[in-house]
């Protein structure tokens, strides 16, 4: 009991880091991600459009905004050029359509009056840029058929309102698993910044001089010191572990009850003992107490950044990800990411994700393996 | 005893490891992981081919303007090659689509349908380009009406003569090929080409590198306050006047900044590619207004809190992540939404003041909005200093 009411009072002075990580959790893997509730039918993209209209009220130009408008999200900047510019820098629009002066008064003459556009490059932008040249083309093709601007605008409107079926064969809801992978891709960066944190300030803080020789000279067996540590580090991470577990059932919702939320639940599981085991061995390598937070960053940021766990590994460089194979992290994120395309539950789909499982066991088996190796040194050296 | 004492500050504080890790090393292997993790994002934003297939069926082969435009948009040879096509049977398009080798497939029955797994830009493209073909052969038949309607009027008007069936539909078709290249969009852009919005990362990693020097300008106060430590009891008892001693152990914390900051720069510009805009002057006195506004900072919050060591180092640092966290470093958007939304948090926030200078230098062609930040940064610096020198000048302790 003395040892667990000492891991304890340790425990306590080292929780404002976990609460800052939980926060982060919460802020990045509950609110950061758009939902949208029809996932089931297919939903078009539609690009962020700015119109800067410079003419006057016109019935053609009119009608390219109701177009323009129709299939984009409009949205509001302020009314001055530094907004537009730093809407477009931060993609809060993809695309700025500058309308000039006369636009349908030269329009009608047949001038093809110049539009000035803003894009940022991305495909977003592609596909605005795509609506934008397709009406402009038809719309001039009838200028040149028709005289009158009402049956320019009619026929205009016909032809572009021809729609192609679309059918959606996936019964997945996609949106909601998108957010559950995120989420747990995420507790990656907790799990590890937490358990190595924690298990390293209570093992130095035990490690003291002072106390460890105390520890020896007391009647206490070492063996039974070490396991109470062992198990206290352990329970710890497990209560950590199920914290996060359960703040995923409020932040992610229903989905988690579903067979995918169990696959997520014991990958989570098997990496959080991994971590324990990450922990106990960087806890025996150091010696410093005050070095701790400077390796939980490096090492808990590092494998994020690196796996995929801050941003999605399929944009990741391919080189990163081929470094990114020699760190657990990269096979309990790999194991997320392939949760949220699984279809059936049989054999052959399960047996790659039970493989990355074996494969974060081992690295713990071996993590345990040069722990014992360093420590035994440490012991002979002593 | 100014030099004597610079050069000892200057030895101390490099001798303290942990100082010269968060100062030093911590932004460069952050950067590192920043360079690693984003330099993929915005090439995978980029339009890119995409892999669908086509059910060749009779109605497909029969129809010859989706052959031909599916055939032009996969060719190898167009620039604007959109699609890697594979002309496959229903069953096996499906088993593409099962195995997500494909994003979509498109099957023609009596009108043409697209299959997807989910919604998408991808799927989203190859729904439009398919509209846009039938638009297109709407559009070709409206005109096609109009054009004989007009040629039958000129006929029975005899303002042409009629030669062959055969010549009137070659001269309307030519008239539909010709309308069909020469009315393109006339649209040019102007947007500027440095838009690439995850250089603000970096410049937050600078800001954080600025205002982290804060923690070397408070241990080196440290070291000179008596209630602080041994050695600042010594300082307080010597003859040597305070504001040199002071003085001159910030001088060895801001020459030490700089040295930092010098070496994030030649790493950010050399190793991580990282572009500052081409103005290398403002770029400098930028970086060391920032080092300034950081090194006061810490100095300010050394001299009014009475508190212990790390407390101090605790504040510096939850004051610096905080003010990074509004400026971008953790999603770029966070600045823009605080810039926005609450203008004057960001505009009092010393790490976006850094950040939207090395911003305005890299976007915008004027420089208005740089010596806004450049003067609101050196405005914030005076500001701690005064803060630093009334809590400093006479102290006096009868015992301590």
Redesign the interface.
């Known amino acids: 009991m003395t040892i667990f009411k000492t891991f304890l009072k340790v425990l306590n002075k080292c929780k404002a880091p976990i609460i800052i990580y939980t926060v ?1 959790l919460i802020f ?1 893997g509950g609110f ?1 991600i758009k939902t949208s509730d029809n ?1 089931m039918s ?4 539609k690009p962020d459009i700015l119109i800067v209209n410079e003419d006057k009220d016109n019935k053609i130009t009119n009608n390219l905004i109701n177009y323009i408008e129709k299939n984009s999200n409009k949205i509001e900047i302020e009314d001055n050029e ?2 537009r ?8 629009v993809n695309y ?1 359509i ?1 309308i000039p002066a006369n636009y349908g008064e030269d329009f009608l003459k047949g001038v ?13 932008a ?2 605005a ?10 719309a ?3 200028n ?3 005289s009158l601007e009402d049956d320019i605008i009619e ?1 205009v409107n ?3 309102s ?9 019964k ?1 809801d ?1 949106a909601k698993l998108d957010k559950a992978s995120f989420y747990y891709n995420f507790t990656n960066y907790c799990i590890l910044a937490g358990c190595i944190y924690v298990i390293c300030l209570i093992l130095s803080s035990f490690k003291n001089e002072n106390i460890s020789k105390r520890t020896i000279v007391s009647s206490i067996n070492y063996k039974e010191y070490n396991m109470k540590l062992l198990i206290s580090n352990t329970l710890f991470s497990i209560i950590l572990w199920m914290f996060y577990v359960l703040l995923s059932f409020v932040l992610v919702g229903d989905i988690m009850f579903t067979a995918h939320g169990v696959i997520y639940i014991i990958n989570s599981f098997i990496f959080t003992l991994c971590a324990v085991t990450i922990a106990f061995l960087i806890g025996n390598l150091m010696r410093n107490k ?2 701790i937070n ?1 390796i939980v ?2 090492i808990a ?2 494998s994020s ?2 796996c995929g766990a ?2 999605p590994a ?4 391919d080189s ?1 990800l081929k470094i990114a194979h020699i760190l657990p992290s990269y096979w309990y994120i790999k194991t997320n990411e392939m949760v949220k ?1 699984l279809e059936e539950f049989n054999f052959e789909t399960l047996k790659p994700i039970v493989i990355n499982m074996g494969v974060i066991v081992l690295f713990s088996i071996l993590f345990i393996t040069i722990t014992n190796i360093v420590s035994s040194k440490k012991r002979k050296k002593n | 005893m100014f030099i004597h004492n610079l050069k000892y500050s200057f030895k101390t504080l490099l001798k303290n490891k942990m100082l010269i890790f968060w100062t030093f090393a911590f932004p460069i292997i952050l950067g590192t992981f920043f360079k690693m993790a984003f330099s993929n994002i915005e090439n995978s934003e980029k339009l890119d081919i995409i892999d669908i297939a086509i059910v060749e069926n009779d109605e497909f082969k029969n129809n010859e303007i989706f052959k031909e435009t599916f055939k032009e948009l996969s060719d190898d040879n167009n620039e604007e090659k959109l699609f890697d096509i594979q002309y496959v049977n229903e069953e096996e398009a499906k088993e593409l689509l099962n195995n997500d080798e494909i994003t979509g497939y498109l099957i023609i029955k009596d009108e043409p349908n697209i299959v997807v797994n989910t919604s998408g830009i991808n799927e989203t493209i190859l729904k439009y380009v398919t509209e846009e073909i039938t638009q297109t052969q709407s559009m070709i038949e409206n005109v096609a009406q109009n054009k004989v309607e007009e040629k039958v009027k000129d006929i029975v008007a005899g303002k042409i003569q009629f030669t062959s069936y055969e010549e009137i539909y070659k001269q309307i078709y030519d008239e539909i090929v010709d309308m069909l290249d020469k009315n393109n969009a006339n649209i040019s852009n102007i947007s500027s080409s440095n838009l690439s919005y995850t250089m603000i990362e970096f410049y937050t990693l600078i800001a954080m590198a600025c205002l982290y020097g804060g923690i070397l300008g408070l241990v080196a106060i440290n070291q000179n306050l008596p209630n602080m430590s041994n050695n600042g009891k010594r300082v307080a008892m010597s003859p040597t006047p305070k504001y040199k001693v002071i003085l001159s152990s910030v001088l060895a914390s801001y020459i030490i900044q700089l040295i930092g900051i010098a070496l994030l720069f030649i790493y950010t510009i050399f190793a991580l590619k990282v572009d500052y805009g081409t103005n290398l002057p403002l770029i400098v006195l930028l970086a060391c207004a920032g080092c300034l506004a950081g090194l006061s900072m810490g100095v300010a919050i050394a001299s009014v809190f009475k508190t212990n060591d790390n407390l101090k180092t605790g504040i510096v640092i939850s004051f610096t992540m905080f003010g990074c966290f509004l400026s971008g470093m953790m999603g770029i958007t966070m600045k823009y939404i605080v810039d926005k939304n609450l203008p004057l948090v960001n505009k009092l926030n010393p790490a976006s003041m850094i950040t939207d200078g090395f911003y305005s230098l890299y976007y915008y062609d004027t420089l208005d909005r740089f010596y806004f930040n450049l003067i609101s940064l050196l405005a914030f610096a005076s500001l701690m200093i005064v803060i630093s020198i009334l809590s400093l000048r006479r102290q006096k302790y009868d015992n301590i």
């Open positions: 982060f990045f950061n996932s297919f939903v078009a993209d530094e907004a510019n730093d809407a477009l820098f931060y993609r809060d700025i500058y093809n009056p110049e539009i000035k556009i803003k894009s940022t490059g991305d495909y977003q592609s596909l840029e795509m609506m934008l040249e397709r009406y402009i083309k038809v001039n093709i009838y040149d058929t028709y026929k016909d032809t572009l021809k729609e192609t079926n679309i059918e959606i064969t996936s997945l996609t005050d070095a400077g960053n490096v940021l590092g950044f690196l801050f941003v399929d944009i990741l460089p990163v395309t």
